[in-house]
């Protein structure tokens, strides 16, 4: 079964980027989408976008594509999120996601604050 | 892309069945089979507990069942216990081959 880690700094400053690695286990990259989703304290849930498997597809949030990037490292088994210009309303717990049309697998989540 | 929407709060008693809406338009829910829901108890990562409309994951209770009618696809929980209070979210493919959520509802089991 595949199981998928966030990992990254829970602090950011204010315009400093958010950089979050999901690694992925127990199971193949291909063929699926990897996405990032996020949830604001006491809110609800905001997909950020995904990643196909072989890198060469990226979908992000229209609301938010103007500052965040997707990559993928294969060899490593493993997804990053980059979000430029970070401000308080990036605060929030930051999930990976394994998606083939729907998303059936999640991470644990990481709380990343946006905080001078 | 706007979000889904969904009722903030449901509740109802042990036992009893209780059916949660999720209305998006043909660009999204209507438009495609792939409308999903996930359960979410607090403090923890969202669980799948319907895929393809009305599909369950192995290890999900057949209380759990989802339909779709036009634009709006609904989850009914059935015979309910108190391990169901949770939040509820759906979740939907759409035209511009995002993905996107409803705003969630509460569910209360009395």
């Known amino acids: 079964q595949v199981q998928l880690q966030e990992s990254g700094p829970g602090l950011v400053k204010p315009s400093e980027t958010l950089s979050l690695t999901c690694s992925v286990s127990?199971?193949?990259?291909?063929?699926?989408?990897w996405s990032w989703v996020r949830q604001p304290p006491g809110k609800g849930l905001e997909w950020i976008g995904y990643?196909?498997?072989?890198?060469?597809?990226?979908i992000y949030a229209p609301s938010l594509k103007n500052r965040v990037t997707i990559s993928l490292d294969t060899s490593k088994n493993q997804f990053s999120l980059n979000l430029q210009s970070a401000t308080a309303a990036d605060t929030a717990v930051y999930y990976c996601?394994?998606?083939?049309?729907?998303?059936?697998?999640w991470g644990q989540g990481v709380l990343v604050t946006v905080s001078s | 892309q706007s979000a889904l929407t969904q009722p903030p709060s449901a509740s109802g008693s042990p036992g009893q069945s209780v059916t949660i809406s999720c209305t998006g338009t043909t660009s999204d829910v209507g438009g495609y089979k792939y409308v999903s829901w996930f359960q979410q108890h607090p403090g923890e990562a969202p669980r799948l507990i319907i895929y393809?409309?009305?599909k369950r994951p192995s290890g999900v209770p057949d209380r759990f069942s989802g339909s779709k009618s036009g634009d709006t696809a609904s989850l009914t929980v059935s015979g309910l216990q108190a391990e169901d209070g949770a939040d509820y979210y759906c979740?939907?493919?759409?035209?511009?081959?995002?993905?996107?959520f409803g705003g969630g509802t509460k569910l209360t089991v009395l």
């Open positions: 996601a394994r998606a083939s049309g729907n998303i059936d697998s």
């Open positions: 990643i196909n498997w072989s890198g060469w597809a990226t």
């Open positions: 979740s939907s493919y759409t035209d511009s081959k995002t993905l996107v």
């Open positions: 393809e409309v009305n």
């Open positions: 127990g199971g193949s990259m291909s063929p699926y989408f």
